[in-house]
C-alpha cells in the first residue's frame, strides 16, 4: 500500500502541489522517504520492512561530492540512510523531495559521521571530499558548517586528514596539525 502511495504521490506531484501548497508543508513535516539502513533520528519511522524519513534529514544522491563523502556507493554502507533508498532517486522523485528539503549540504552531524568513517576506512578518496566540503563551506561564506564551535571542536580531533610522513600515507588531525602559537584556534 505504501509503495503504491508514495507512486501516486510522485505521478501527479505537479497537480496535487498547483491545486494546494498546503501539501507541501505536510509533508516537509512527515516521515515518508524510504531510505536504507537505519536513521539515527528520533524522527524517523519504522513501516513494514522500511525505514522512513523526512526529505530534510536525507541528502542528495545526485550531488557526486556527497555521495562520495558519504560513502554512498561503497559495498560495506552504514551511510545509505543518509540517502533515499534507490528506488526513489530518479529525477522525478528527487525534483520532488528537493521541494520538500532534500539537503543538498552536509550538516554537521552528517559531517562528523562521515569524517568518522573515513577515519575508521583509512579512505583518502573520501577524506579529500570532506576537507574539500569544509574548504569550500569556509570560503564561499556559507559558513553552515565552520560557525558551528562545537562541530570544530569535535571534528579537529578526528583523524581523517591524509598526510605523508616519511613516504607512508597516515591520517591524523586538525589539533595533531596545529603549531602550538594557532592551539587556541
Given at each position: 500500500r505504501l509503495k503504491s502511495f508514495l507512486s501516486f504521490l510522485v505521478d501527479r506531484w505537479d497537480t496535487?502541489?498547483?491545486r494546494s501548497h498546503t501539501i507541501k508543508e505536510v509533508l516537509k513535516d512527515t516521515?515518508?522517504?524510504?531510505c536504507g539502513?537505519?536513521?539515527?533520528s528520533t524522527n524517523a519511522v519504522k513501516a513494514g520492512n522500511m525505514i522512513l524519513a523526512r526529505p530534510d534529514q536525507l541528502l542528495d544522491p545526485s550531488i557526486e561530492s556527497l555521495a562520495m563523502a558519504c560513502g554512498l556507493n561503497d559495498d560495506v554502507n552504514e551511510n545509505v540512510s543518509l540517502f533515499?533508498?534507490?528506488?526513489?532517486r530518479s529525477e522525478k522523485w528527487l525534483r520532488m523531495l528537493r521541494e520538500l528539503g532534500l539537503s543538498q549540504n552536509l550538516n554537521p552531524d552528517i559531517y562528523i559521521r562521515s569524517a568518522r568513517r573515513a577515519e575508521e576506512a583509512q579512505d583518502v578518496?573520501?577524506?579529500?571530499k570532506l576537507l574539500r566540503h569544509?574548504?569550500?563551506?569556509?570560503?564561499?561564506n556559507q559558513r553552515t558548517l565552520t560557525s558551528d564551535a562545537e562541530f570544530m571542536r569535535t571534528i579537529s580531533t578526528i583523524h581523517f586528514i591524509p598526510a605523508s610522513k616519511d613516504g607512508v600515507t597516515i591520517f591524523t588531525s586538525f589539533q595533531k596539525l596545529a603549531i602550538d602559537a594557532d592551539r587556541a584556534l
Open positions: 496535487l502541489y498547483s516521515a515518508f522517504v524510504p539502513g537505519h536513521v539515527e533515499p533508498s534507490f528506488e526513489y578518496e573520501r577524506s579529500r569544509l574548504s569550500d563551506d569556509f570560503s564561499t
